[in-house]
C-alpha cells in the first residue's frame, strides 16, 4: 500500500483528528528533510537506526536517520521553508512551486481537513510521518504567522 498525504489547515483541526495519537512518536514522528530527486520525493525519518535497503523505485522513498547519506548523488534537492505550497483546486502538494510554470513535482493530496480555499504555504516546522497508518501528515500555515 502506498504512503498517503494528509493535509490539516490548522493546529486545532490536528489535535481533534489525531487526539488520542498527539503524544505517540509512532503516529506523530517529526520527518528530518525532504528530498526531490525526478519526479521522486525522498523522505528521511527518525524511525530508527537500523541500516535497510530503501525502495528506489517508488515515488516516495523512505530512508532511516543516516541511511539517506549513502544514497545522495549529488543531483538531490533539498526542500526548505517555502518551497511546499497546497493547491486547493487541483488537489496537489506542490514541491518547488513556480510563477508561471507547473512545480518541480507534484503529489495528490489523499485527505484534506479544514476549509481553506486556494494555494496555501505548509508551515515547514509542523510536518509529521504516521509510521502505524503510513501517512505524510502537513499542517497549513496560518495568515498570522507568514
Not at 25 to 33: A, G, S, T
Not at 121 to 134: A, C, G, L, S, V
Amino acid at each position: 500500500m502506498a504512503t498517503s498525504i494528509y493535509i490539516f489547515d490548522s493546529d486545532k483541526m490536528f489535535n481533534a483528528i489525531y487526539r488520542e495519537h498527539v503524544d505517540d512518536l509512532e503516529h506523530k514522528m517529526p520527518l528530518i528533510d525532504l528530498y526531490v530527486k525526478g519526479q521522486k520525493l525522498w523522505v528521511v525519518t527518525n524511525s530508527n537506526d537500523m541500516k535497510e535497503q530503501p525502495r528506489l523505485d517508488r515515488s516516495i522513498v523512505h530512508f532511516r536517520k543516516d541511511n539517506a547519506k549513502e544514497w545522495i548523488e549529488g543531483d538531490e534537492k533539498l526542500v526548505l521553508h517555502g518551497k511546499i505550497r497546497y493547491n486547493h483546486k487541483r488537489n496537489q502538494l506542490e514541491f518547488f512551486p513556480r510563477l508561471l510554470r507547473k512545480p518541480l513535482l507534484s503529489m495528490r493530496v489523499g485527505r484534506f481537513f479544514g476549509n481553506k480555499k486556494g494555494k496555501c504555504y505548509i508551515n515547514y516546522d509542523k510536518r509529521y510521518y504516521d509510521f502505524k497508518n503510513d501517512r505524510m501528515l502537513f499542517i497549513l500555515e496560518n495568515e498570522n504567522e507568514i
